[in-house]
């Protein structure tokens, strides 16, 4: 299959939804905190994404067959997750198919959920979550709802490519960073993200289970951080909070 698509077995979208996608990143913060918000929403899967250069795998949970990147709804919540470390030349073609859907929805926000590498994270016992806007309104809403503006620094690997191509289609899109380890999988990095968006959306989430059941999870993820190390290495990803040359 030359070009992406996202394929919908049902038609569940309704109109101007959030799109929220948690992709392997930094930590897995993303990763953890969208399959962590799909469970406790009791979200439905509905669709999910087709690409020839996506890797041979399919996922199977309780004796069910799963596409490793899947989309779920519920009302006007949309979340698309990734199990494996998806290829760096599919990262492109992702992006832009995101954007085109949240286009086609009339989406009225399209949230990254990530992880931003803090050196001391041994220290720090609440992880803080900075954030990200494409419009000043947005801006202006994190900063009313408590979440620091992350004001210069880099955005690099797939969610800088997202927040690109909203930017070219005029789509609202924001990208939420909990502070968080790098190479060990974050789940209370993931829970900070998900009182975030909480905040700035009102979608509700219990996230004491990320908190007690954290070595659980880091055992869990430890082989799709690994792999999603690998690849954060070979986009030669850069801290987001180091200063640009032309602000040095």
């Given amino acids: 299959m030359d070009d992406m698509q996202i394929v919908e077995r049902e038609k569940v979208v309704e109109g101007s939804p959030i799109i929220i996608t948690g992709l392997p990143d930094v930590g897995l913060v993303g990763a953890?905190?969208?399959?962590?918000?799909?469970?406790?929403?009791?979200?439905?899967?509905?669709?999910?994404?087709?690409?020839?250069?996506?890797?041979p795998v399919i996922i199977l949970h309780e004796g069910e067959i799963k596409a490793p990147v899947r989309l779920y709804s519920k009302g006007k919540i949309v979340t698309l997750i990734s199990e494996i470390t998806l290829p760096t030349e599919t990262l492109m073609k992702l992006s832009k198919?995101?954007?085109?859907?949240?286009?086609e929805k009339e989406s009225r926000h399209v949230i990254m959920l990530s992880g931003l590498v803090t050196p001391n994270r041994l220290d720090i016992e609440k992880?803080?979550?900075?954030?990200?806007?494409?419009?000043?309104?947005?801006r202006e809403m994190l900063?009313?709802?408590?979440?620091?503006?992350?004001?210069?620094?880099?955005?690099?690997g797939i969610n800088a490519l997202i927040l690109r191509e909203c930017m070219k289609k005029n789509i609202s899109a924001i990208i939420l960073l909990a502070e968080s380890f790098n190479?060990?999988?974050?789940?209370?990095?993931?829970?900070?993200?998900?009182?975030?968006?909480?905040?700035?959306?009102?979608i509700k989430v219990d996230v004491k289970e990320l908190i007690v059941k954290a070595e659980e999870i880091r055992l869990k993820a430890r082989e799709l951080m690994r792999r999603t190390q690998q690849q954060l290495k070979a986009l030669k990803k850069v801290p987001e909070t180091e200063i640009p040359l032309m602000y040095r």
């Fill in 32 to 55: 953890i905190a969208s399959i962590h918000l799909i469970k406790k929403l009791s979200m439905k899967e509905y669709g999910h994404v087709e690409y020839d250069l996506i890797p």
């Fill in 97 to 103: 198919k995101i954007a085109e859907y949240a286009k």
């Fill in 143 to 156: 900063e009313k709802n408590g979440i620091t503006l992350l004001k210069e620094g880099y955005v690099t």
């Fill in 127 to 138: 992880p803080k979550v900075y954030g990200i806007a494409t419009r000043r309104e947005d």
């Fill in 183 to 202: 190479e060990f999988p974050d789940p209370a990095a993931a829970a900070a993200n998900l009182e975030a968006l909480s905040k700035i959306t009102g």
